[in-house]
């Protein structure tokens, strides 16, 4: 390729041979020692006598037409040799570029921190006297990532080119050069800022979308966090009213239904439940005696052993409760529908309402089973005082395989210290619902 010297040289001066100034040339020393040796070479002849053929060479080497400064943008050029400095800025001029120099890296990042500037191009040198253009680059490429950086060196070294590459310049041209092969190191590295910047702003508009997207789908999920505690409170609320109909038929549950929660909730625990399947065995269990409500007062509040007719007649208890509790789809009915149901099944199969049998039991039914009839003899009833802690367990390992669930058992007697923290707390504590004082209260 045909290589000319720098534009305005050309216009004005040749090389002595009339041939453009190559880099092959300085090496067979026509450019003198050193970065920018043959630039200096060149001026010096400037100085003397101009070329006579200088008019041959244009200095738009590229064909294009001179252009008003400023229109393609600002250009810094950062070069300690004034001449390089001149050289380089008349070229930018004449294709459109404003120039600033800069003599230095300090003199570099005050024009470039400076207001109301901004540069789309840095041309830098590597060697000047104090911080050296690779640590310029280093710097700039950071603070001022909207900045192209080309290196514009004498030094033909190619590790110092990978090094500045690496450091992110956008290319890498070695003096001399000629007017063409600069504007088409500018040229690509301007087209390479515009294509980073470009992809820069679409993965900033993408991250935005993502934040905005998090941001919409925490507040769903907070939303919907409060809906489900709004659900969960109304839940309580009503399972509390429902089950306070049947505590106001019958005086004696009253704290009855809380310990029974609390001990149903513990077995489930311990029988390896989900958290969520434990709170809604709390919850729903106290619903399991909702069908009292269908029996008369003489049998429910009768201080005596029933008779078997009557005793038949309580059975419907169960029944009573299933049908008020189920065919909801919510959850937390259809398992009180079940424990109202089958808390008085019976392992061996001679319980009721069905005398259903072992497996045939929901395991929700087989719990409630266990924590009713241990709450039942550690109360006080109206026909009978309470059993003592230590006999009841006793009566019902009686009943290990017979009455209750084999595994539903051991796993409740094996909690036995915090089944007695919930009796025991129970019993100190106000109720939740002392429905005897306000029944009383309102009688
Ligand atoms: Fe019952
Ligand atoms: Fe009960």
């Given at each position: 390729m045909r290589k000319l010297a720098l534009p305005v040289v050309s216009r004005r001066i040749h090389s002595p041979s009339g041939v453009p100034i190559t880099w092959g040339m300085r090496k067979q020393g026509l450019?003198?020692?050193?970065?920018?040796?043959?630039?200096?070479?060149?001026?010096?002849?400037?100085?003397?006598a101009a070329h006579p053929s200088s008019s041959r060479i244009p200095v738009e080497a590229n064909g294009g037409e001179a252009r008003t400064p400023s229109e393609k943008?600002?250009?810094?050029?950062?070069?300690?040799?004034?001449?390089?400095?001149?050289l380089i800025k008349r070229i930018l001029e004449r294709h459109g570029f404003?120039?600033?120099?800069?003599?230095?890296?300090?003199?570099?990042?005050?024009?470039?921190?400076?207001?109301?500037?901004?540069?789309?191009?840095m041309l830098c040198d590597v060697n000047m006297p104090g911080e050296s253009g690779l640590e310029l680059?280093?710097?700039?490429?950071?603070?001022?990532?909207?900045?192209?950086?080309?290196?514009?060196?004498?030094?033909d070294d190619p590790s110092l080119a990978e090094s500045a590459?690496?450091?992110?310049?956008?290319?890498?041209?070695?003096?001399?050069?000629?007017p063409n092969e600069l504007m088409i190191h500018i040229t690509n590295a301007l087209h390479r800022r515009r294509l980073e910047i470009e992809n820069r702003e679409h993965r900033e508009v993408l991250e935005r979308a993502v934040e905005n997207r998090t941001a919409a789908l925490s507040d769903a999920v907070s939303q919907l966090q409060r809906s489900e505690q709004e659900l969960r409170m109304h839940q309580e609320?009503?399972?509390?009213?429902?089950?306070?109909?049947?505590?106001?038929?019958?005086l004696e549950t009253g704290r009855h239904l809380e310990r029974m929660s609390s001990y149903c909730a513990l077995i489930a625990e311990r029988f390896g439940f989900s958290r969520e399947r434990v709170e809604l065995m709390r919850l729903a269990s106290p619903m399991h005696d909702v069908g009292k409500i269908g029996i008369p007062d003489n049998i429910l509040l009768k201080p005596a052993t029933l008779t078997p007719d009557e005793f038949q007649i309580m059975q419907q208890h169960t029944v009573i409760g299933y049908r008020i509790l189920s065919g909801s789809e919510a959850e937390l009915l259809a398992l009180a529908a079940t424990l109202?149901?089958?808390?008085?099944?019976?392992?061996?199969g001679s319980g009721y309402p069905r005398g259903i049998a072992g497996d045939e039991i929901p395991i929700e039914g087989r719990i409630a089973a266990v924590a009713d009839v241990f709450d039942a003899l550690t109360t006080d009833r109206i026909y009978r005082p309470a059993f003592g802690a230590e006999r009841a367990i006793e009566m019902m390992r009686e009943q290990r395989g017979a009455h209750f669930d084999p595994d539903v058992l051991d796993c409740f007697l094996d909690a036995m210290e915090s089944v007695e923290?919930?009796?025991?707390?129970?019993?100190?504590a106000v109720p939740a619902f002392d429905r005897k004082s306000k029944v009383k209260q309102a009688a």
């Amino acid at each position: 390729m045909r290589k000319l010297a720098l534009p305005v040289v050309s216009r004005r001066i040749h090389s002595p041979s009339g041939v453009p100034i190559t880099w092959g040339m300085r090496k067979q020393g026509l450019g003198g020692a050193g970065p920018g040796g043959v630039i200096r070479s060149i001026l010096g002849k400037e100085s003397g006598a101009a070329h006579p053929s200088s008019s041959r060479i244009p200095v738009e080497a590229n064909g294009g037409e001179a252009r008003t400064p400023s229109e393609k943008g600002r250009v810094l050029v950062v070069d300690d040799e004034p001449q390089v400095q001149q050289l380089i800025k008349r070229i930018l001029e004449r294709h459109g570029f404003e120039c600033e120099l800069a003599a230095s890296a300090e003199e570099a990042r005050k024009s470039l921190d400076a207001g109301g500037k901004r540069f789309q191009l840095m041309l830098c040198d590597v060697n000047m006297p104090g911080e050296s253009g690779l640590e310029l680059i280093r710097s700039v490429l950071v603070s001022h990532p909207d900045v192209a950086a080309l290196m514009v060196t004498g030094a033909d070294d190619p590790s110092l080119a990978e090094s500045a590459i690496q450091l992110g310049a956008h290319g890498y041209l070695t003096k001399p050069f000629s007017p063409n092969e600069l504007m088409i190191h500018i040229t690509n590295a301007l087209h390479r800022r515009r294509l980073e910047i470009e992809n820069r702003e679409h993965r900033e508009v993408l991250e935005r979308a993502v934040e905005n997207r998090t941001a919409a789908l925490s507040d769903a999920v907070s939303q919907l966090q409060r809906s489900e505690q709004e659900l969960r409170m109304h839940q309580e609320e009503t399972v509390r009213r429902l089950s306070s109909m049947a505590e106001l038929r019958d005086l004696e549950t009253g704290r009855h239904l809380e310990r029974m929660s609390s001990y149903c909730a513990l077995i489930a625990e311990r029988f390896g439940f989900s958290r969520e399947r434990v709170e809604l065995m709390r919850l729903a269990s106290p619903m399991h005696d909702v069908g009292k409500i269908g029996i008369p007062d003489n049998i429910l509040l009768k201080p005596a052993t029933l008779t078997p007719d009557e005793f038949q007649i309580m059975q419907q208890h169960t029944v009573i409760g299933y049908r008020i509790l189920s065919g909801s789809e919510a959850e937390l009915l259809a398992l009180a529908a079940t424990l109202a149901w089958t808390h008085h099944e019976r392992f061996d199969g001679s319980g009721y309402p069905r005398g259903i049998a072992g497996d045939e039991i929901p395991i929700e039914g087989r719990i409630a089973a266990v924590a009713d009839v241990f709450d039942a003899l550690t109360t006080d009833r109206i026909y009978r005082p309470a059993f003592g802690a230590e006999r009841a367990i006793e009566m019902m390992r009686e009943q290990r395989g017979a009455h209750f669930d084999p595994d539903v058992l051991d796993c409740f007697l094996d909690a036995m210290e915090s089944v007695e923290e919930i009796r025991i707390g129970y019993n100190r504590a106000v109720p939740a619902f002392d429905r005897k004082s306000k029944v009383k209260q309102a009688a």
